[in-house]
């Protein structure tokens, strides 16, 4: 089954709702541009009160993972702010470099997957050879990669759906590949029969504002995901 990640969490009740709903990763964006910006204080804060509020969600078997989303920071800044925030894992959303990662900061490695922003598959297979690393010894639960739709400016998020076809065919290639861009309740089902992804990612096809998610499109997501 499709698993699930709820990216762009800023309050404890969205997070609440996606945890209760069945979301099997809650996102964290800790980028300062992104309108979706959380500060680590705040995460840290917001993930206290969950595991404080909701216990019994992270004491089951497969509980809901923590991921801090970051862009072109440094792997010890990174590894410090999950230990401190208490989460689980790190989505790299720059142009990071993944031997660095494994160089300077191995205990990361396993906890950590690359966004991928292909225009073919030929940079797809570049993209991957570059971080096979982090795919050969991820943990059963983290991501090898996620793929999201390219832009020029914008690290992600930009509410564009990627090309399907391409992503379908990194997915041939890739084991545990999350898919990200444009989806949403109304294209999620389709996306998840094209490209058979270990899991989805969304943030604004299920918000009301920026930050701010609606709890009717969070639920009828994580469904639709599940359903397809």
Not at 74 to 90: E, F, G, H, K, R
Not at 126 to 150: I, Y
Not at 165 to 177: F, S
């Amino acid at each position: 089954m499709v698993k699930v990640k709820i990216c762009g969490l800023t309050r404890f009740e969205d997070a609440a709702v996606a945890i209760q709903s069945g979301a099997d990763y809650l996102g964290f964006i800790l980028y300062p541009p992104s309108p979706r910006a959380v500060s680590p204080d705040a995460v840290r804060s917001l993930v206290a009160d969950l595991k404080s509020s909701l216990a019994e969600q992270f004491t089951r078997p497969d509980p809901p993972k923590l991921v801090g989303v970051f862009v072109n920071q440094s792997a010890a800044d990174i590894a410090n702010v999950l230990t401190t925030c208490d989460l689980d894992m790190a989505q790299l959303s720059g142009n990071e470099d993944g031997q660095e990662f494994a160089d300077l900061m191995p205990n990361l490695i396993g906890r950590v997957y690359k966004a991928i922003r292909p225009a073919s598959l030929a940079d797809a297979i570049d993209l991957l050879d570059r971080f096979a690393n982090f795919s050969s010894s991820a943990k059963p639960f983290t991501p090898s990669l996620l793929v999201d739709t390219p832009h020029q400016a914008l690290y992600g998020g930009t509410g564009e759906a990627g090309d399907w076809g391409l992503a379908a065919d990194i997915a041939a290639l890739t084991p545990r590949l999350m898919l990200a861009g444009g989806l949403n309740p109304d294209n999620v089902a389709a996306a998840v029969q094209r490209v058979r992804p270990f899991a989805v990612d969304v943030a604004g096809g299920v918000e009301a504002s920026p930050g701010v998610k609606n709890h009717s499109l969070v639920k009828a997501f994580i469904e639709q995901a599940r359903r397809a």
